[in-house]
């Protein structure tokens, strides 16, 4: 991972922390995973497996840090690898679908699968405070929303200072648009 990517994932995943601190919870203690969010775009905007590894591995330590729930921390370090390397194979079937969609797709299915993995192991680790398909369909699925909404709007929003940064970057070394002759 180069250091412009490597710089990139820390402040997403920086912002994903604070907003996963910040937010309330929803019911039951549980709260939508703004981390999860910030994870799915650094995942999309193109990373190897060794770079989801290390993403879903500091993404799990991050959240673990935040949770609230009871065995959240053990839930938190084995679903965010897991829904990293989920993100990873989804993008790569989707990387021929226009990506307003791709970015749709792969934020709805993985706050889905992140939940629930999430869920499945804490049911092992702690117990559950309520049923597991009544806490997918009271916390899960709407926070797939809200994480489809924010992937959404931010991805774009992303790419383009990226964007800006490399023609920037490109145009300080002497390169096309650069001031030196």
């Known amino acids: 991972m180069n250091l412009r990517k490597l710089l990139t994932a820390a402040l997403l995943l920086g912002l994903g922390l604070v907003l996963h601190g910040l937010t309330p919870p929803i019911l039951l203690g549980m709260r939508p995973d703004f981390l999860l969010a910030m994870m799915f775009m650094v995942i999309i905007s193109g990373t190897n497996p060794m770079e989801t590894l290390a993403v879903g591995l500091l993404s799990g330590i991050l959240t673990a840090?935040?949770?609230?729930?009871?065995?959240?921390?053990?839930?938190?370090?084995?679903?965010?690898p897991v829904t990293a390397f989920f993100t990873?194979?989804?993008?790569?079937?989707?990387?021929?679908?226009?990506?307003?969609?791709?970015?749709?797709?792969?934020?709805?299915?993985?706050?889905?699968?992140?939940?629930?993995?999430?869920?499945?192991?804490?049911?092992?680790?702690?117990?559950?405070?309520?049923?597991?398909?009544?806490?997918?369909?009271?916390?899960?699925?709407?926070?797939?929303?809200?994480n489809s909404a924010t992937?959404?709007?931010?991805?774009?929003?992303?790419?383009?200072?990226?964007?800006?940064?490399?023609?920037?970057?490109?145009?300080?070394?002497?390169?096309?648009?650069?001031?030196?002759?």
């Open 88 to 146: 990873l194979g989804l993008c790569l079937l989707l990387r021929r679908v226009h990506p307003v969609v791709k970015v749709l797709v792969v934020a709805f299915s993985g706050t889905l699968v992140s939940g629930a993995v999430f869920l499945g192991s804490a049911a092992l680790v702690a117990g559950l405070p309520g049923s597991f398909g009544g806490l997918i369909l009271a916390v899960v699925l709407p926070a797939a929303v809200v």
């Open 151 to 181: 992937v959404s709007v931010l991805y774009p929003v992303m790419r383009k200072v990226l964007e800006r940064n490399q023609d920037k970057a490109a145009g300080a070394d002497g390169g096309p648009g650069g001031l030196r002759p």
């Open 65 to 80: 840090l935040t949770t609230t729930f009871p065995g959240g921390q053990i839930g938190n370090m084995i679903d965010k």
